[in-house]
């Protein structure tokens, strides 16, 4: 269920580091770059250093569901089919506070027919660059800068497009190997891909069904395993050579 306030930990030793204010609305998304907190209300997208706001993005005519910053620079929101890219770097600045720390966007995707997005990732090194990913399945790379789509994926579909179970609900990127994102499927189906070959690597399938969460363990001296969630909360994990 959405929640009206947010807490931030410090994650190596699970400790809580702060409590931000208590909303007059709903977060239906949140994320966070570096000490900054940004989350997604009924209409704006408010961003806070700890728990001070520093500026509203305004420009969804609907609830925003899906944030994904690249890097410091750039923010990306979705709300249904609609994505729009956000400045980050004018947060704060003079252009911003002279109207009362509203940001106006960069610019819209144009998705065409893509359906609504369920999740937008950026890949380590692929500058300017994001995959989205929805409920239709489809799954698209777009460079953010030019808001341009460069690739449309079809490998992923497989046998899924036969049966009909083919709505993404989850994405998540290798975090030590180039090139590999987990996708995960409405059906429990999770597929490893190399996306700059357009090519499904293995698969495999959550018997809880639906996929709600992907992770990798991301300290550098672990095996890369993956950990998927379900909609009652079990977590499973599995482990497969990703090269």
């Not at 930990?9 to 000490?35: H, M, Q, S, W």
């Not at 660059?129 to 994926?153: P, Q």
């Not at 993404?168 to 030590?176: G, K, L, R, V």
């Not at 809880?208 to 300290?219: E, H, I, K, M, Y």
């Amino acid at each position: 269920m959405p929640s009206t306030g947010f807490q931030v930990f410090e994650c190596d030793k699970l400790r809580l580091a702060y409590i931000g204010p208590r909303l007059n609305e709903k977060i239906r998304a949140i994320t966070t770059v570096g000490e900054t907190v940004i989350t997604a209300l009924k209409l704006d997208i408010v961003v806070w250093h700890r728990v001070t706001e520093i500026g509203r993005l305004r420009g969804h005519h609907s609830s925003a569901t899906v944030l994904c910053p690249l890097g410091s620079s750039f923010l990306i929101s979705a709300a249904g089919s609609e994505v729009i890219v956000w400045p980050l770097t004018e947060l704060g600045s003079e252009k911003a506070t002279a109207e009362d720390g509203v940001v106006a966007p960069l610019g819209r995707l144009n998705l065409g027919e893509f359906g609504a997005v369920t999740c937008v990732r950026h890949p380590p090194t692929y500058l300017h660059k994001i995959l989205i990913a929805g409920a239709t399945g489809g799954m698209e790379l777009w460079n953010v800068r030019s808001r341009e789509r460069i690739h449309t994926f079809k490998s992923h579909l497989g046998q899924a497009q036969l049966s009909g179970a083919v709505g993404i609900t989850s994405m998540m990127e290798a975090p030590n190997v180039l090139d590999v994102v987990a996708v995960g499927f409405a059906s429990g189906r999770i597929c490893m891909m190399n996306v700059r070959e357009d090519r499904v690597l293995f698969e495999f399938n959550q018997a809880q069904g639906r996929v709600t969460c992907l992770a990798f363990r991301s300290d550098d001296s672990a095996k890369p395993n993956l950990v998927s969630g379900c909609s009652t909360g079990a977590f499973s994990a599995e482990s497969e050579a990703l090269v």
